[in-house]
């Protein structure tokens, strides 16, 4: 029978080599010792010289309460004496000195129920193949002067920076705007139905859209002059836009605008007098017959509705589409288009 010296540095020896695969994605945002992180360090006698760190943290910027009796940090750790954890994020309440815990705690646990909804929509609109309303946990301990709000668990299969770091700012996001007087919308955690993106909003999914903005050649070779006119007359557009409030940037995402007015088919309209004018001036020459509304240029929706979302912060929907291409056969329909081609005119001269 092994003894307890034994024992012991055996179990640290299987803990560390249990912890190698979630320290290896801690190495990604915490600058320490990669051989330290990457299991324990022989003492060259067949024992154990320093265990593994107790644990890993990456922490986002802290925010206090109003009243100077909170403070809140986003964090992302890895406990290394519970590899079975994982790695997991969120938001950890702590008591300032001077202040009652149970208190605060009473506090801390209200917030959250104000701001998980408003939370979860974001995560949702931001992780499309991810559905956040049921991945939030919620605390089972109470340290001193310290509470977890809530956490959440990083999934094997997700990238550290991409998913971990996006979503606690994302989280600390919402919690600014609450700690700043903002009226969040309450409910119930939105539910999500399933698209076939890995991530929205986000300045991969801009660059995406950029890049389907283009004039092809005979050869179906990309025109290199064309194509980057086209692309700054988009970027230009989007300036003019904002300036005259058409839409706004929405800081709670990487990359994503918000229109200004009500009437969602507005945007739907905006966009089919943008790409027309970008046609009509020869910047794009991709074509898509729609015989029913006899429209021939081309509108990327599918990647503009990962870019774009409605005046109160809701994705578009392909619907959208139809009811922006259909025919403008009545009097009405042709001026309401003859207004948005002045509008964009107007956006791009701005």
């Not at 919620?138 to 990238?159: A, G, R």
């Not at 503009?304 to 009545?330: C, E, H, W």
């Amino acid at each position: 029978m092994k003894s307890k010296t034994e024992q012991y540095s055996l179990r640290l020896q299987y803990t560390a080599e249990a912890s190698k695969f979630y320290c290896r994605k801690m190495e990604k945002l915490i600058e320490r010792d990669k051989h330290e992180l990457r299991g324990y360090i022989p003492d060259g006698k067949g024992g154990v010289r320093s265990e593994l760190p107790a644990t890993l943290m990456y922490r986002v910027d802290t925010l206090m309460s109003a009243d100077g009796h909170r403070l809140y940090e986003f964090l992302i750790e890895y406990d290394t004496d519970t590899p079975a954890e994982g790695i997991y994020y969120g938001c950890r309440g702590i008591t300032v000195d001077g202040y009652d815990h149970v208190q605060e705690i009473d506090q801390f646990s209200h917030e959250r129920e104000i701001v998980l909804p408003e939370m979860c929509r974001i995560l949702n609109n931001t992780f499309p193949l991810k559905d956040f309303s049921h991945r939030f946990k919620l605390p089972d301990n109470v340290d001193d002067d310290t509470y977890w709000l809530f956490w959440i668990t990083l999934n094997e299969e997700e990238d550290i920076k991409k998913v971990g770091v996006t979503a606690t700012t994302i989280i600390r996001n919402v919690f600014r705007r609450y700690l700043n007087g903002e009226t969040l919308p309450g409910g119930e955690l939105p539910e999500k139905k399933f698209e076939k993106s890995s991530t929205c909003f986000t300045d991969e999914t801009y660059q995406s859209l950029l890049k389907v903005i283009q004039y092809k050649r005979g050869d179906k070779k990309v025109d290199p002059q064309r194509t980057a006119e086209a692309r700054e007359t988009f970027e230009r557009f989007l300036v003019g836009a904002e300036h005259q409030r058409l839409i706004a940037r929405d800081p709670n995402y990487s990359r994503a605008w918000r229109m200004q007015t009500k009437d969602r088919v507005d945007f739907g309209r905006m966009m089919m007098a943008l790409f027309e004018y970008l046609y009509n001036h020869g910047l794009i020459n991709k074509e898509f017959k729609n015989y029913e509304c006899n429209e021939t240029f081309y509108v990327p929706w599918t990647a503009l509705f990962k870019v774009f979302l409605d005046i109160d912060g809701n994705v578009y929907t392909t619907a959208l589409k139809t009811q922006a291409m259909r025919p403008t056969k009545s009097k009405r329909m042709e001026k309401e288009k003859a207004e948005w081609q002045k509008v964009i005119e107007e956006c791009l001269n701005n």
